[in-house]
């Protein structure tokens, strides 16, 4: 290889020093500019997907008791409920799945473009519960307006799961004072039947709905679960007709004051 001749070499003797630093220090600047923009953009793209949850059918957001739940991707429900008729009311049916194993089945009614005005949910829980949350903080987002203030005690009907206590809310708007929601927790199966319904006039329709609606609820696939299939089983032996289970309200609890006969 021929030496480089000397007069070819950049003679670099003339660059003032403060130059030569600052052009250093430019380069270093624009280095850490895009690495703070890549770790920007590296962040922006984690919360989105950790917020991009997307919401079930008929709900304007989701609950945060819904954050980390995702719909099925390839949904098959596992329950139905038969013959249950609202005038020009359509069922829905959404299934969320947690990454640790939980289950949520949804049932809505609701009429087209309008929010649902009753639901039913049946919860089996996986991994991620240790123990389920109390009916108000589970029920009062679920309801909407009618989920406000605190929860009272609105009767007991009696279903083919057994004895159900009706739940309301006494920060509920006077139009929605009929609403009535319920919860019935199981241990073996680790199972929540929970729902509400405000779509009748009177607290007394809204509990006919409701026992209807758990007297018709009815299992299609246990998904390799005897013991859910046994919960269903024996519950159809006890199932009986709507008109029963709405009217069996428990004196003691109802919505208004129990009529006394006779003197005391």
């Not at 509400?196 to 299992?219: D, E, V, Y």
Request: aromatic residues 6%; proline residues 8%.
């Amino acid at each position: 290889m021929s030496p480089i001749a000397v007069d070819q070499v950049p003679d670099t003797s003339a660059i003032h020093p403060v130059l030569r630093s600052f052009a250093l220090r430019r380069r270093e600047i624009i280095v850490r500019l895009i690495a703070y923009c890549s770790g920007l953009a590296v962040l922006a793209a984690i919360l989105a997907d950790l917020f991009s949850v997307a919401p079930p059918a008929g709900t304007d957001m989701v609950r945060p008791s819904l954050l980390g739940w995702t719909p099925a991707s390839r949904p098959h429900p596992a329950f139905a409920v038969s013959h249950l008729e609202l005038a020009k009311k359509t069922e829905s049916y959404d299934i969320l799945r947690h990454p640790h194993g939980g289950r949520k089945d949804i049932l809505r009614w609701s009429a087209a473009d309008e929010p649902p005005v009753a639901e039913v949910e049946i919860y089996r829980p996986g991994n991620e519960l240790g123990a389920f949350a109390a009916a108000d903080a589970d029920l009062g987002p679920r309801m909407g307006p009618a989920g406000q203030g605190e929860m009272e005690a609105a009767g007991v009907i009696d279903t083919k799961f057994g004895p159900v206590t009706l739940l309301r809310f006494s920060g509920a708007r006077a139009a929605t004072q009929a609403c009535l929601g319920f919860v019935k927790t199981f241990e073996v199966p680790k199972l929540r039947l929970s729902g509400w319904s405000c779509h009748a006039s009177s607290a007394s329709a809204q509990r006919t709905f409701l026992g209807c609606a758990l007297n018709r609820l009815t299992l299609l696939s246990a998904g390799n679960d005897p013991k859910m299939a046994e919960l269903f089983a024996r519950a159809e032996l006890r199932r009986s007709d709507c008109v029963a289970a709405a009217s069996s309200t428990d004196w003691a609890t109802g919505p208004q004051e129990p009529v006394l006969r006779g003197s005391i």
